[in-house]
């Protein structure tokens, strides 16, 4: 029998190369006068940019432009929401990653309501967002954090006492989501790497959450297969291979859903007090944790055959297997070295490259949460999952 579930709304989806052309059409019929956010660097040098901006000003909008360089933190979104919340903005559009993503979501949502940013952050302010908003679209540029599926903000402050942290509403789930794979094809290497780990972490770990479901299950599933085949492929030939761009891409949007639905785990519980302490890029710091996380998770589950997580472990190791007609557990020791492959074919940084060291191991898992990581390890075996990566 299959178990009850919920499932919420998404954003409206448009899917597919030379999607993006459908922009101006989709931002006029919401309002006229537009702020667009995009990132510092690629999608400019690729021409996107340019396309872009030109083909809203041709569609008669009044356009404003800002550019998010780094992972938002409150003073930035503030800053931004102080200069537009007179100005009588009616749509925000978003193109870049993640962080792009995110920040045009809090925008979108501290525009209509008072105060700043923090004061509404879960864990950090007082106040209870209303869900007041002005329509959000989102057009990602890399294919990684699937914030255009989700109805959470990350915005960061770095330092001794930093955090990440979301602003979060079920309102919040962008109106439309336009995914292009060409829009992919100019994310520098290091990137795709980054991001791809962490659409791969939250598909792993939505996959094995406590809170899965059928229909996360599924997509989890379908999206995993997609990493295993397109993610290197991404890495090595990204720039001309439209076919791994669009896996990846469909693969980071079903990591939006399935997180939004499942929740996340060990490696997700890492990246927030990670990326608070210090300036690690979120994609690596996941991707950076996936292999020793997952070893000890499947050291901790090998006396329990039954678990639901093993069973699902077996089944994610054998997609990942070069090999058949095996025992499970050879399955499973070859996927826990594939992690570990993959990791460094796709030369994810060491954590100790942004400036962790082991007399800060401790503090970080102090700070760290499973989320719904269906095994608990070790302060021990969580000491050492960042150990090694120093
Ligand atoms: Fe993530």
Do not use: L, N
């Given at each position: 029998m299959i178990d009850s579930f919920q499932f919420s709304s998404l954003p409206e989806i448009i899917f597919g190369?030379?999607?993006?052309?459908?922009l101006a059409a989709a931002v006029n019929s919401r309002g006229k006068r537009v702020l667009l956010l995009t990132g510092s660097s690629s999608i400019h040098n690729s021409g996107h940019g340019e396309e872009i901006i030109s083909g809203l000003k041709a569609a008669n909008l009044e356009l404003e432009h800002e550019v998010i360089a780094h992972e938002p933190s409150p003073t930035q979104i503030d800053q931004i929401v102080e200069k537009y919340r007179s100005a009588g903005t009616e749509v925000v559009v978003a193109v870049g990653g993640g962080s792009v993503m995110d920040a045009g979501k809090a925008i979108s949502a501290m525009i209509p309501v008072e105060g700043g940013v923090r004061e509404y952050l879960e864990g950090v302010g007082e106040k209870k967002h209303p869900g007041d908003k002005i329509p959000f679209i989102a057009m990602p540029?890399?294919?990684?954090?699937?914030?255009?599926?989700?109805?959470n903000a990350v915005i960061s402050e770095v330092g001794e006492e930093g955090f990440k942290k979301s602003l979060r509403h079920n309102n919040f789930i962008p109106e439309l989501a336009i995914i292009d794979p060409e829009m992919m094809l100019s994310c520098p290497a290091k990137l795709t790497a980054a991001s791809g780990m962490d659409a791969f972490s939250q598909l792993l770990e939505s996959y094995l959450s406590t809170r899965a479901n059928v229909m996360t299950d599924a997509l989890a599933l379908q999206g995993l297969k997609h990493i295993k085949r397109f993610l290197l492929r991404a890495f090595l030939e990204?720039?001309?291979n439209l076919e791994a761009r669009s896996g990846m891409a469909l693969a980071a949007m079903f990591s939006g859903i399935t997180l939004a639905h499942a929740g996340l785990g060990l490696v997700h519980g890492f990246a927030s007090p990670l990326g608070g302490f210090y300036h690690i890029p979120h994609g690596v710091a996941c991707g950076s944790l996936m292999a020793p996380v997952f070893a000890s998770t499947i050291d901790n589950l090998l006396e329990q055959t039954d678990h639901p997580a093993m069973k699902k472990l077996i089944i994610i190791s054998k997609v990942f297997a070069?090999?058949?007609?095996?025992h499970d557990m050879e399955y499973l020791q070859a996927f826990k070295e594939k992690l570990i492959h993959i990791s460094s074919l796709l030369e994810i940084p060491l954590l100790s490259e942004y400036g962790l060291k082991e007399e800060g191991v401790q503090k970080v898992v102090e700070h760290t949460?499973?989320?719904?990581?269906?095994v608990t390890l070790t302060k021990t075996q969580m000491a050492d999952a960042l150990k090694i990566r120093i």
């Open positions: 190369a030379g999607k993006r052309h459908e540029t890399t294919s990684g954090t699937g914030s255009e599926m989700t109805k990204g720039d001309q070069d090999f058949k007609y095996k949460s499973h989320k719904f990581h269906p």
